[in-house]
């Protein structure tokens, strides 16, 4: 999802946009590399994060909120920073401000997240057998989501779930797929797994290759 990562260097700050004159004799701003909405430096993420789980005032909070809505990280970036689990709990914050500003956060990664997860696998032409079978399958899974109250039939997760078990096993069926099938509908059973699929924290990816420790 983001195009760059940036690792500030030691004692180097933010880098300040130039000025130069454009028609009529106006300054026009230059974009530096890191105003750029698809490049994200770490130490500020991180520095974001620290931020907003202080003593800050609900003003300087909703702030940085804004600030990180500017930005697009990855879902690795999101997950392995631990900002995508402060932003979802500041969505309960006792200020309406504050918790009206997370959920906006959270609900626009969340949106990118499955976006780019329904993009990553194309769909694949098959026989009816085939699509019977797999149909199953996204029966049995869409009926394990529907437990949660915040799962969405229209939102493609289902599809795209079952897409990425099937490609995983080569795009073949047989015993490997049923098992799979099985291990991932088993693993959403319990429901802080499935909350983490359903808000984007866990990826489809990552799902299946926990599944594969307890096939």
Known sequence: MDKFVVRRLPGAGSSSTDSSLGNGGRRQRQATLESLSGVVVLEDVQLTKRVLLSDASPAVMIENLKKLRRKTPSKEIIRDTGIGRVVRQLRHHSDAGVAGEAERLYTLWKDRILELSHRQLLPVRTDLKTATFRDKARGLIRRTLEKSASFDPEGGLVDAL?????????????????????????????????????????????LCKQCKRIL
């Open 162 to 206: 079952e897409l990425e078990v099937f490609h995983e096993n080569k795009q073949l069926l047989g015993d490997p797929y049923r098992r799979k099938v099985r291990a991932v509908v088993f693993a959403l059973r319990q429901e802080k797994k499935r909350e983490e699929v359903l808000s984007g924290e866990l990826t489809l990816k990552d």
